[in-house]
């Protein structure tokens, strides 16, 4: 296969994900091997070996336990996160606790039990959709810039990007879906006067608010926020609940016309569920409506619009009657009530309205930027330039178990920033700076993404002056670097993972160093 081709675009979603390229200037959606636009992200294990999309998906019913799906809620987490824990009784298939903490599945494949890293079996993902892509090009592809969430943390990221790597793609870039998805907006619909959008992204598994500003092709991202307790999948696991349910068999197909129920009621007042022989010869049928679905849902509605909409709004300083334009993207956004909660909230003010078509404008943003990156030409677009944002706090311990932050979430990257600390400890010899992400002030409630340990001469204590720099490219990637001014020591390291726990956890023993003092927290 020639070598030498385009980089791809890939939209990778909880429930489906997209690819997708720019050929000749112009955008093109890729289909798979069924011939459709989007790809289930399910993989199965069967004796003759694994499924990927919706073949993958078909097994759910007969083949639960063998069935991965969910990655956003396990990919790049340790074990013992309240995500992993929150689901893994709701999961057919089987979570373990890796070596180094991770979560792991168990799966029965080619008739024996193995246990596979949720990379792994992501990767299997990517790769299928990498195939694609290269059948549809006729070469072989190298390179992709992917989507994720916006409230993805560092070790979600830097996982993403291993799994990207096992499927043989080198990861350009790494974007926020809504922001990827204002790409589209700000390239088809080019406007001299500056602009504020509101992207809604409610998908399978999560909800975010991206707010942005654009003006002609350019786009600056003023501030994201995203929620993983509510998505779509609530939705139809509260309609779920609602109807009984008599086996794992059963338990599964009931959910998958709950599911399509969800959807129909989109654009129908009612719906009914019939399934024949459900089990043991007992056939099941229920009729829903779509104001029984709303009273359902009502709490869960509110939730998933409200409160993540004040958020953005208020990180980015801008009142809701200054947003000029509303983007809809995730199938949730379809569901009639979620449109009038947006309608009540923006007080009928004349928004414009876009909910964009086919969910492909991730995808499309995503090839967009794969293109810009590699110098590939792109029919209709002169000047482009694109400024995201950071979507969390990072920052390292100082005394006390307490956060310094060095960068805030939702500053543009990339960025680099320094401050200088001092020791409270007599005769230090080394300091043990520990790096964390998250918006609490303790460092107990944050991620710990890793530990930079630099070798000081032992002096008294506020005397050695240590200074802490935190550099982020456009990718969210982290380089740390710790110099001690007196002797010129110094240590930097890359945050590879946010998984480096292997040196010992101890309390700080940094202070921040202020106008010329030590300043405890």
């Given at each position: 296969m020639p070598q030498n081709s385009h980089a791809i675009g890939i939209d990778l979603g909880a429930s489906a994900s997209r690819v997708g390229v720019f050929r000749n200037g112009y955008f093109a959606s890729i289909h798979n091997d069924q011939g459709k636009r989007m790809t289930s992200s399910y993989v199965a294990f069967t004796d003759s070996g694994p499924l990927v999309g919706e073949a993958a998906k078909a097994q759910l019913a007969t083949n639960p336990s063998n069935t991965v799906f969910d990655f956003f809620h396990l990919i790049g987490?340790?074990?013992?996160?309240?995500?992993?824990?929150?689901?893994?009784?709701?999961?057919?298939?089987?979570?373990?606790?890796?070596?180094?903490g991770r979560p792991k599945i168990d799966v029965q494949s080619n008739g024996t039990q193995q246990t596979f890293s949720v990379e792994t079996i992501l990767s299997?993902?990517?790769?299928?959709?990498?195939?694609?892509?290269?059948?549809?090009?006729?070469?072989?592809?190298?390179?992709?810039?992917?989507?994720?969430?916006?409230?993805?943390?560092?070790?979600q990221r830097q996982a993403v990007k291993k799994a990207a790597n096992i499927a043989g793609l080198n990861v350009l870039r790494l974007i926020n879906a809504p922001t990827a998805a204002s790409i589209e907006y700000?390239?088809?619909?080019?406007?001299?006067?500056?602009?504020?959008?509101?992207?809604?992204?409610?998908?399978?598994?999560?909800?975010?608010?991206?707010?942005?500003?654009?003006?002609?092709?350019?786009?600056?991202?003023?501030?994201?926020?995203?929620?993983?307790?509510?998505?779509?999948?609530?939705?139809?696991?509260?309609?779920?609940?609602?109807?009984?349910?008599?086996?794992?068999?059963?338990?599964?197909?009931?959910?998958?016309?709950?599911?399509?129920?969800?959807?129909?009621?989109?654009?129908?007042t009612e719906d009914s569920i019939e399934l024949d022989s459900l089990c043991d010869g007992i056939d099941f049928s229920f009729g829903i409506t779509r104001a029984s679905f709303e009273d359902l849902c009502a709490d869960l509605f509110h939730r998933a619009i409200i409160p993540p909409i004040e958020r953005a709004l208020a990180d980015a300083k801008i009142n809701k009657s200054q947003i000029d334009v509303v983007l809809l993207i995730g199938g949730s956004t379809r569901i009639p009530k979620v449109r009038k909660l947006l309608d009540d909230f923006f007080s009928g003010k004349?928004?414009?309205?876009?909910?964009?078509?086919?969910?492909?404008?991730?995808v499309f943003g995503a090839a967009f930027q794969a293109a810009i990156l590699t110098g590939d030409p792109i029919k209709c677009v002169e000047d482009f330039v694109l400024l995201d944002v950071l979507s969390h706090s990072v920052g390292i311990e100082t005394e006390g178990g307490e956060v310094t932050n060095l960068i805030q979430r939702n500053s543009t990257i990339p960025t680099k920033t320094a401050k200088k600390f001092t020791t409270y400890l007599e005769s230090q010899k080394c300091v043990l700076v520990k790096v964390y992400e998250g918006e609490n002030?303790?460092?107990?409630?944050?991620?710990?993404?890793?530990?930079?340990?630099?070798?000081?001469?032992?002096?008294?204590?506020?005397?050695?002056?240590?200074?802490?720099?935190?550099?982020?490219?456009?990718?969210?990637?982290?380089?740390?670097?710790?110099?001690?001014?007196?002797?010129?020591?110094?240590?930097?390291?890359?945050?590879?993972?946010?998984?480096?726990?292997?040196?010992?956890?101890?309390?700080?023993?940094?202070?921040?160093?202020?106008?010329?003092?030590s300043f405890r927290h």
């Open positions: 987490r340790k074990f013992v996160d309240p995500a992993v824990q929150s689901n893994i009784n709701r999961w057919p298939f089987r979570v373990v606790p890796g070596e180094d299997m993902l990517l790769a299928k959709l990498k195939h694609s892509a290269e059948a549809f090009l006729g070469q072989t592809v190298a390179d992709a810039v992917l989507t994720m969430p916006s409230h993805f943390a560092h070790s700000a390239i088809s619909n080019k406007c001299q006067n500056e602009l504020n959008v509101l992207i809604f992204d409610l998908g399978a598994s999560n909800v975010g608010v991206t707010i942005v500003t654009s003006e002609g092709g350019n786009i600056d991202v003023k501030s994201c926020f995203g929620d993983t307790r509510v998505g779509g999948d609530d939705f139809t696991n509260r309609m779920h609940g609602y109807m009984l349910s008599w086996s794992p068999e059963a338990f599964f197909r009931v959910r998958a016309a709950c599911e399509n129920a969800k959807c129909t009621l989109s654009f129908c004349n928004l414009t309205y876009k909910c964009l078509e086919t969910d492909e404008s991730a002030r303790l460092t107990r409630h944050n991620n710990l993404l890793g530990t930079v340990l630099l070798d000081i001469p032992p002096t008294p204590r506020g005397v050695p002056m240590i200074e802490v720099t935190f550099g982020i490219d456009a990718n969210g990637t982290l380089k740390v670097v710790a110099q001690e001014e007196l002797s010129g020591q110094m240590q930097e390291k890359t945050i590879a993972n946010g998984m480096d726990d292997h040196l010992p956890i101890e309390n700080s023993s940094l202070v921040e160093w202020k106008g010329g003092r």
